[in-house]
């Protein structure tokens, strides 16, 4: 049974440590793209685009085990379809882009960058007003001593004496410590839902991909 402190501790590290990888696979999977793209008239754009799509399946993947662990369940992994065996070398090259999953994680790592970035801002502020708010006692008497000092209960016309600012940024914090879980949780959840949208599907067998247009220029001609 999962506890209030692993709990917190499994949405906290979700929230914070995921979001350096988010601004990672956003930047490579928008520069990756772009660059593909941009140069897909050329024979490079198509390596471009599928290392870019390789790259978002292990960022994928890593996002998949973080879900499993907030959601405290397996997630599905969906079928990565590998090539025929009669294709081409231009038809492997490109197979990492010729599946639905493939632009899945792509838009995944687009997509979840401002989830990420939310989600670790919302869950930074809880954390640090709580801890600064339940230290206060610490070293509220020193601030409260600067000359010119004009707390936030002066303003609202609480008093301005030393112990009514302790008291009143202790109970601050305090409100921040005590919604802390519920908080935390819901921005793990906030962006573990986009995720477990377009990342998680029922493994199951290969399929045969819909028929392509471009199927006879990628695949070899036969004799």
Known sequence: MTTLRQRIATDTRYALGGFPAAAVSFALVVGGVAAGLGSLVAVVGL???????????RFADAEREMVAEVLERPVGRPAYPAAPPSAGRLRRLANPVAGTQGWLDMLHAVIAFPFALLSFAVTLTW????????SFPLYGWILAAIPGMQGL????????GTATFIIFNTAVGALFAVTLPPVVRGMAL??????????????????????????????????
């Open 153 to 160: 209960p002066e303003l609202l016309g609480l008093g301005d």
């Open 47 to 57: 390596p471009i685009l599928a290392a870019t799509a390789t790259a978002a399946r």
């Open 127 to 134: 954390w640090a007003g709580a801890i600064a708010g339940l």
């Open 190 to 223: 906030f962006r573990a839902t986009l995720a477990q949208a377009l990342l998680t599907r029922p493994a199951g067998p290969a399929v045969v991909e819909p028929f392509s247009p471009y199927a006879d220029l990628l695949a070899p001609r036969r004799a």
